[in-house]
């Protein structure tokens, strides 16, 4: 299946190298010399064009591609080439359907597309917008500050990252089988391991973890990540139920992650230097909360921070345009005596940096943009894939249960899982119709129509579908 990458930036090299073990035909196309003297080592056939171009597209074998994804910085760019890949593609008479994917940032964008109207004069298939993916990362990341990465996957259901610390005598140096029986509840259940120096893998009943491996823990609702935090050796911080919350910015950015703390129960404090933005979120229907208030003024001041007792907030945020004024922001709020604080950040390399500076979490941007477009490449799969953070090579997929699977019907421990495919999740409907998360016990049935979210290397993804029957 031929996969054309339109961009040759952050998100468009990491969804390539993504995708590069997974035997598609890549084409990456970008006008840009150096983007694409840098994207020589990869294993794809690269484009020197505009993406914008007929010619272009079809010199990269528009007519034969199956996927076409836009992820250029340019929202406008990203519209015209789904516009014109879908025509090149039709007028050419493609051996397949185009499945078209544009990355957009510009909020009327967005809506058009949920309105359908994306579809009808642009052409474009799935919008991928991870503005909402990453203030969900960035507000569970926030409940401990031991945590490396944290991986939404709806209906409750994370995969938490952190290294195993020196406390956790009992858990390392004896195989996992062995640890299994110390308790009773259940291990927290361990999707990929990642040694220094060695290849992440899939742990089974055989493998002995050792101190400063990374792990990837699957987990069931927030209050289940201190649990997990503890088992393998932490210290965990005390974390509110009803926490104090001040972001800097009213921002689009900055009104979401408002709305998203208060449906959680956190009372919020929103500064704002720009009037005109502090008079439109006081005057919406998040800025009507009662538990939030919106003041006029400069974050830098140092005056106004003690005039609204900020030693007394629980978490600090930043939803500025420009990341080093996002760091500057939640670095004073911190040594003015705030215990968490968080930021999403455009560029990836400032992640690990803000780390060493202190910050307690921060989210990359690009990668959840790049996790988004991978589960619409992935058109067979029946809802997310992900990759992770911290345990390279390990992937998250979702595959439904049908009358095929041979284990439809069965127990988990009866279902022959092999030991290179790890279940993190059952996602069933209830009831009342709405998907739930449940954990993948050995006694807990797979029926029809279930989802199982389940981890495998990268490179063992297509023998995951064979199983499930794909």
């Known amino acids: 299946m031929r996969v054309i990458i339109g961009g040759a930036g952050r998100v468009g090299i990491a969804l ?47 007519n034969h591609a199956s996927v076409f994804v836009a992820a250029t910085p340019s929202d406008e760019a990203n519209l015209i080439a789904c516009s014109i890949a879908e025509h090149a593609h039709e007028a050419e008479e493609g051996e397949d359907a185009l499945t078209s994917i544009c990355r957009l940032r510009t909020a009327s964008y967005v809506e058009e597309y949920a309105k359908g109207h994306l579809l009808e004069w642009a052409k474009v298939d799935h919008v991928v917008n991870p503005l909402h993916g990453a203030i969900k990362r960035l507000n569970a990341g926030l409940r401990s500050t031991e945590l490396e990465e944290v991986i939404p996957f709806e209906d409750e259901a994370y995969v938490i990252e952190f290294d195993i610390g020196e406390s956790a005598h ?26 220094d120096g060695q290849r992440s893998f899939i742990p089974n009943d055989d493998s002995v973890l050792e101190v400063g491996d990374r792990l990837a823990v699957a ?33 689009s950015i900055g009104t979401k992650m ?65 990341d ?15 215990p968490h604080t968080g930021l999403m950040l455009y560029d990836a390399d400032l992640v690990k940096v803000t780390q060493r500076m ?15 477009i991978l589960s619409h490449v992935h058109r067979s799969l029946s809802g997310r894939y992900a990759l992770l953070a911290e345990v390279p090579n ?43 998360s449940i954990e993948p016990k050995p006694d807990e049935l797979l029926l029809e129509n279930d989802r199982v979210v389940l981890f495998c290397l990268k490179e063992r993804v297509a023998d995951a579908q064979k199983r499930f029957k794909v």
């Open 16 to 62: 390539a190298k993504a995708l590069a073990k997974e035997k598609y035909d890549l084409v990456l196309v970008d006008n840009d010399s150096r983007a694409v003297a840098n994207a020589q080592s990869l294993d794809c056939l690269v484009v020197n064009g505009n993406i914008t171009s007929r010619e272009t597209l079809l010199e990269a074998g528009v």
């Open 219 to 251: 987990v069931i609702g927030l209050d289940s990540f201190n649990p997990a935090l503890i088992t393998f050796g932490h210290e965990i911080s005390y974390f509110p139920e009803e926490p104090r919350v001040v972001i800097v910015g009213a921002t």
């Open 258 to 322: 408002a709305k998203d703390w208060l449906e959680h129960g956190a009372s919020v404090t929103v500064l704002e230097r720009e009037l005109h933005l502090a008079n439109k979120l006081a005057g919406s229907k998040t800025g009507g909360n009662a538990n939030i208030d919106v003041i006029h003024g400069d974050h830098l001041d140092r005056s106004i921070l003690e005039e609204i007792s900020i030693d007394q907030y629980d978490v600090a945020l930043s939803a500025l345009e420009d």
């Open 358 to 372: 202190g910050i307690s979490f921060a989210v990359d941007r690009h990668r959840v943009a790049v996790s988004n």
């Open 394 to 436: 390990v992937v998250g997929i979702t595959l439904k249960v049908t009358e095929r699977a041979k284990f439809a019907g069965k127990q988990i421990k009866d279902s022959n899982f092999p030991d290179w495919m790890r279940p993190a999740f059952i996602k069933r409907r209830n009831l009342s119709g709405a998907w739930e």
């Open 324 to 338: 080093h004024a996002n760091i500057a922001a939640v670095l004073m709020m911190s040594d003015l005596g705030v």
């Open 170 to 195: 009992s858990i390392v140096g004896r195989p996992l089988s062995d640890v299994k029986e110390d308790f009773v509840h259940g291990l927290p259940n361990i999707v990929g391991v990642k040694r």
